[in-house]
């Protein structure tokens, strides 16, 4: 496969970034837009990164997956919104239109833990694919997105089965590979995924509720108190905990303490904000179910004790809750 055919759903910054490396030299690409359709239909996709800033125009910009629907059949499509399971609407049902049966591959770049069961009901006939990614990427105005000097995406088939082995999921996962790697991503293929959706967790099930909670960057959460820092490890813990018990020995406490180290390192620069912040800021959903709810229900399951984790859960649901009601507020108001 050549030049396949692609749809991004979620154009904020991990999907416009992957828009703009695909386009045009090396797929065919529609991105469904919602709040930035305007200015990617007028102005392309502008990628600001170290040393190397982009203008790419994708070859379609829709702003509904209805209209993506008149570009089928898709060979992929990267599904990179934030991640709500269990939504009413869910992901799956937005873009049923566009999945042709036992063809068009769905690529997952999300966070969280447990996505993926809602796609694989919903569509058991086409191959799925589960990816990290680790890419520093903010939309800082529409169609615009600021990128970091790391772009790393770890994938494999769901379910879990050798990359090299026969199945056409996996035979995509290699084609996908070798579509995305030219353009530029650190593609690192997984015969099973999910340890390292737990490493991931490691930082997303702590600093990500800490930092949206405490309207602190990483760095000022740790200079707050001798408290924050002891308090994000044992999360780390918890995580841990639960990763073991499922059988990933690799997530462990030495990994904990490297993610502790590399925050560590960014102690005299201002930090970093994640995503969870970055929304409570923005008046945003939070990632609340995929990165902590799934995460405390499993546990559960497995008889796993996770206080830390159960607290930030409650917090975050509350926080969550709070930033929605303020909105409905806003909106009744008469002036």
């Known amino acids: 496969m050549t030049h396949p055919n692609v749809l991004v759903f979620g154009t904020g910054g991990i999907g416009s970034i992957y828009a703009s490396l695909l386009a045009p030299a090396y797929a065919s690409v529609t991105c469904v837009c919602r709040s930035n359709y305007h200015a990617v239909k007028n102005n392309g996709i502008t990628i600001n990164g170290p040393g190397n800033n982009i203008s790419v ?65 919903a569509f058991p006939n086409n191959p799925l694919l589960s990816g990290v990614v680790y890419l ?3 939309q800082t105005a529409p169609g615009v997105v600021s990128m970091g000097n790391f772009n790393r995406l770890e994938i494999g088939t769901y379910p879990a089965e050798p990359a090299d082995g026969d199945s056409a999921a996996a035979g995509m996962l290699r084609i996908l590979r070798d579509v995305v790697r030219p353009a530029g991503v650190d593609v690192q293929l997984y015969d099973d995924v999910q340890p390292r959706r737990w490493s991931k967790l490691l930082v997303n099930a702590s600093w ?24 994000v490890r044992s999360v780390m813990s918890e995580v841990v905990s639960i990763a073991q018990a499922l ?5 462990d406490e030495k990994e904990a303490d490297r993610q502790i180290g ?15 912040l970055s929304d409570v800021k923005a008046g945003k959903p939070m990632e609340v179910e995929a990165i902590l709810g799934n995460t405390v229900r499993i546990a559960e399951e497995i008889g796993v004790a996770t206080p830390g984790l159960m607290a930030l859960y409650a917090l975050a649901k ?16 008469v002036y």
């Open 57 to 121: 125009r994708p070859s379609h910009v829709v702003s509904s997956v209805a209209d993506a629907a008149a570009h089928r059949p898709y060979d992929f499509i990267l599904v990179a919104s934030k991640a709500f399971p269990g939504a009413n609407p869910d992901t799956p049902s937005l873009i049923a239109s566009v999945i042709t049966p036992e063809r068009t591959v769905i690529v997952l770049l999300q966070n969280g833990i447990g996505i993926e069961d809602e796609y694989r009901t």
């Open 136 to 138: 520093p990427a903010n």
């Open 208 to 231: 990500n509720p800490i930092c949206a909670l405490t309207l602190c960057s990483d760095v000022d959460y740790m200079a707050s108190s001798v408290a924050a820092l002891p308090f």
């Open 247 to 251: 059988g990933h020995a690799e997530v």
């Open 262 to 276: 590399r925050a560590q390192a960014r102690v005299g620069t201002k930090g970093v904000e994640p995503s969870m």
């Open 318 to 333: 509350g926080l969550g809750e709070g930033l929605r009601q303020k909105q409905v507020e806003e909106r009744d108001v």
